[in-house]
């Protein structure tokens, strides 16, 4: 199927491996971030309004952060699982290589680079 070696499926393994916990650490932050604004709620009474403001916002940010992070989390631990089974490196649509190139700059692309444009036209047009 695809000319990828041992050396560079390990290598792109090791990305995905250190993506998967890099972006499980954003998560926990989040996370965190969420307890500790929940904890210090009674602390500040007086600018109350304007704190509530400001953290909704930042919140805005913050959520479309994570589900950035969240939505790269899935992504990068179906690439691990296809690893796994073998199936790696195929496109998920039409079953083309996705091309070590693009797997390099992308190691958690599912979609050859036909297959991902089309999908992200599809998902715009929503
Ligand atoms: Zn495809």
Redesign the pocket.
């Known amino acids: 199927m695809t000319t990828m070696n041992d050396t560079q499926r390990q290598a792109l393994r090791a990305v995905l491996e250190a993506r998967r916990e890099q972006l499980l650490s954003e998560l926990d932050e989040v996370r965190q971030g969420h307890a500790e604004r929940v904890s210090n709620a009674d602390n500040s009474p007086q600018n109350a309004f304007a704190t509530e403001a400001n953290e909704v916002a930042q919140e805005a940010v913050r959520d479309a952060e994570a589900r950035r992070d969240h939505d790269e989390l899935v992504a990068v631990r179906a690439a691990l699982q296809r690893l796994d089974e073998g199936s790696y490196g195929a496109?998920i649509?039409?079953?083309?290589d996705i091309g070590l190139q693009r797997l390099q700059a992308f190691p958690a692309a599912l979609?050859?680079i036909?297959?991902q444009s089309k999908a992200e036209s599809a998902a715009a047009a929503r």
Do not use: Q, T, V
């Open positions: 496109c649509d039409c079953g083309a979609r050859c036909n297959c």
